[in-house]
């Protein structure tokens, strides 16, 4: 079965780096795009990226461009997502999730657990 | 301001019908199709609708989606108290070159 498995929760002082990666297993890693979504308490959920697990290319949102770098390691089947100058908020859940086309139609049909990213102010 | 728009609330009892709406614009729902996610408390997003109608793995067909225009629906029938959870819409958009989700409609079942 699917599964992405999320890195744990990180606290990191405003202005640092963070890293956090993503698991896949239970298919072809590199046949399936990977996007990254954060999601602050309370608000509406967020896009952030998506890399091309196959050749690694990547797409970011105009909002974190300059600020965040997804990368993948074929090897180890997991991606990874890093933001860098941390603000307080940046505090948020961060999800992987697949990237699926059907028919012409793209939706993430698998999501990770999540990982919480607190940055305090 | 979310780019797509939904009520923030909806409610209904055990059995009733109850429909979410979706409203966006030309770059988003108006060019492409619609994706609708259940997010129970505490937990990852669910995939429940894709391409406004076509229903996920699993997902009982008491959910429908649709789509007109500029704007998209997400129906529940014979609502039940599994059913209360956060619904978001989601959309590509091409003025924004990214995805785009919606304010999120938390349903409640009286």
Known sequence: ?121 | QSVLTQPPSASGTPGQRVTISCSGSNPNIGSHTVNWYQQLPGTAPKLLIYGNSQRASGVPDRFSGSKSGTSASLAISGLQSEDEADYYCAAWDDSLNGWVFGGGTKLTVL
């Open chain 1, 1 to 121: 079965q699917v599964q992405l498995v999320q890195s744990g929760a990180e606290v990191k002082k405003p202005g640092a780096s963070v890293k956090v990666s993503c698991k896949a297993s239970g298919y072809t890693f590199s046949v399936y795009g990977l996007h990254w979504v954060r999601q602050a308490p309370g608000q509406r959920p967020e896009w952030v990226g998506w890399i091309n697990a196959g050749n690694g290319d990547t797409k970011y949102s105009q909002k974190f461009q300059g600020r965040v770098t997804i990368t993948r390691d074929t090897s180890a089947t997991t991606a990874y997502m890093e933001l860098s100058s941390l603000r307080s908020e940046d505090t948020a859940v961060y999800y992987c999730a697949r990237d699926r086309l059907v028919n012409l139609n793209y939706y993430f049909d698998y999501w990770g657990q999540g990982t919480l990213v607190t940055v305090p102010s």
